[in-house]
């Protein structure tokens, strides 16, 4: 239906784009950065838990001395100081200028990690190839299907033939379910900026299928749940033959 007769002209203000609700993730001081990062849980759990997560993602990802690696998302850079130390390169890339400005200080001593600001174009800047290995942890359990399909297009185009990625993610579990349930009676009155935070249930089966829509392989063998909190690692494996 397009009748428009007899009713007055309301000039739309333009639509705001996807990107800038990335700067929901932008931040003033200590404590907000902490929420940011990790809602309500104590700071010293926090960080062990991160070194943990690190040297447990750099087992699965087989790093080695000549590793060139990538983090999305990496936050204040805990885990990126970790794992530096273990690979030849390591690229901090996130949304968020004020994270990023964060990471350079906790890394500022490995020469060899360098940062990457990621502009609403999932990577798409990064040279192709370039990379043998990548991850991200708690990134993605705030992403809808869209935006994971968009990154793991650009994830297989920079890794390496034989390249990995490790990838957190959330199922409805004895540890999520209590926060899906908080989240869907904040849902209604939630603002986008806000609702950009929100965590996200997506499950295996469907992570595995869209990784494989980007061309990636999901390793489900290695698949682990921690009570919802999912983590798979996917490999770009060589074109196939003609």
């Not at 404590?31 to 943990?52: F, S």
């Not at 360098?114 to 999932?122: A, M, R, S, V, W």
Request: aromatic residues 12%; charged residues 25%; proline residues 4%.
């Amino acid at each position: 239906m397009n009748n428009t007769e007899g009713t007055a002209t309301v000039k739309a203000k333009p639509p705001m784009q996807m990107g800038d609700l990335n700067l929901i993730w932008e931040w003033n001081s200590p404590e907000e950065m902490q929420v940011q990062l990790a809602g309500t849980q104590d700071r010293e759990e926090y960080l062990r838990d991160r070194v943990d997560r690190a040297n447990w993602i750099a087992q699965r990802l087989r790093l080695t001395p000549d590793s060139e690696i990538f983090e999305i998302g990496s936050g204040e850079g805990i885990m990126a100081e970790v794992v530096a130390p273990r690979v030849r390169r390591l690229l901090c890339t996130d949304v968020s200028r004020s994270f990023l400005a964060k990471a350079r200080l906790t890394c500022q001593e490995h020469t060899n990690v360098g940062y990457h600001h990621i502009q609403n174009d999932f990577l798409a800047t990064l040279p192709s190839a370039s990379f043998d290995a990548g991850f991200s942890l708690n990134v993605f359990i705030h992403l809808n299907v869209f935006e994971i399909y968009l990154y793991f297009r650009q994830i297989r185009r920079i890794l390496r033939t034989g390249g990995h990625f490790g990838v957190n993610f959330l199922d409805l579990g004895p540890s999520t379910q209590s926060f899906f349930h908080f989240y869907a009676e904040r849902y209604q009155q939630a603002n986008p900026f806000e609702f950009k935070g929100f965590l996200a249930w997506h499950g295996v089966d469907m992570i595995a299928k869209i990784a494989a829509e980007a061309g990636l392989t999901p390793l489900l063998d290695e698949f682990v749940n921690e009570d919802g909190v999912c983590f798979l690692i996917l490999r770009r494996d060589e074109e196939p033959a003609e």
